[in-house]
């Protein structure tokens, strides 16, 4: 029943226009249960080029900042002074979206999504965003240091639109609500990305392997 509500269906009527079509359609002659498509295959047909499909009504969320995520190697200090290094870092940030789906691994998605928002906000939408730069960082004796950042992220919510030339699972069109999460360009909605040091004490067997010959009185770094 709860993916009934989600997903819905239509046929086709020459008067109509498709969103309309298919909700009179849907209402006229509900599929069983057993007869409609997961929203997984729908969205593989949209991927793969099998279903004709539009991504409409997009509307942008307000954008945020994201979560800190390491982005760097990690330095290690086992001397006795503070440990100053440059370390570089990298970070790609991709969209996933409402289950929690890639959308950069392939297929038609992020085209199709970047066709509607770039229509209607007359900017394009990017499925992912790549940076890499390099930052100073200090790490005390007996502590661990890393790079971390944050991406401003902005959600797309619209509605799938699935148009097939001959009728799949009885009907020519679907419907499916998503919700996609992505990076968003620095400085929307005053949002900027963040980039910062941190560090933690280091456990107790990472204290114990600062014995070791190769460790003992060193800074050293281990990738993440």
Not at 4 to 26: D, E, Q, Y
Not at 88 to 100: I, L, M
Not at 154 to 167: A, E, K, L, M, N
Request: glycine share 8%.
């Amino acid at each position: 029943m709860a993916r009934s509500k989600m997903i819905r269906h239509g046929s086709r009527l020459m008067a109509l226009s498709t969103v309309s079509l298919g909700l009179v359609a849907a209402m006229a002659v509900p599929a069983a249960a057993a007869d409609e498509p997961t929203r997984e295959q729908l969205i593989a047909d949209c991927a793969s080029g099998e279903g004709k499909c539009t991504f409409n009504e997009p509307k942008l969320g307000k954008a945020y900042l994201g979560d800190f995520r390491q982005v760097s190697n990690s330095l290690y200090n086992c001397s006795t002074s503070d440990a100053t290094q440059s370390m570089g870092w990298s970070d790609t940030v991709g969209s996933t979206d409402s289950a929690g789906v890639s959308v950069t691994a392939g297929g038609n998605i992020a085209g199709i999504i970047d066709l509607s928002v770039t229509a209607t906000y007359s900017h394009t939408w990017s499925s992912s965003h790549t940076e890499n730069s390099s930052l100073n960082m200090t790490v005390k004796p007996g502590e661990v240091g890393w790079i971390s950042r944050a991406q401003v992220m902005q959600t797309v919510t619209g509605t799938w639109q699935t148009h097939y030339d001959s009728p799949k699972w009885d009907h020519y069109y679907w419907f499916v609500p998503d919700t996609v999460t992505g990076p968003a360009p620095n400085g929307t909605d005053g949002q900027s990305n963040a980039v910062t040091v941190k560090t933690r004490k280091m456990t107790t067997a990472e204290k114990k392997s600062c014995s070791a010959e190769s460790k003992q009185g060193q800074a050293f770094v281990v990738k993440r």
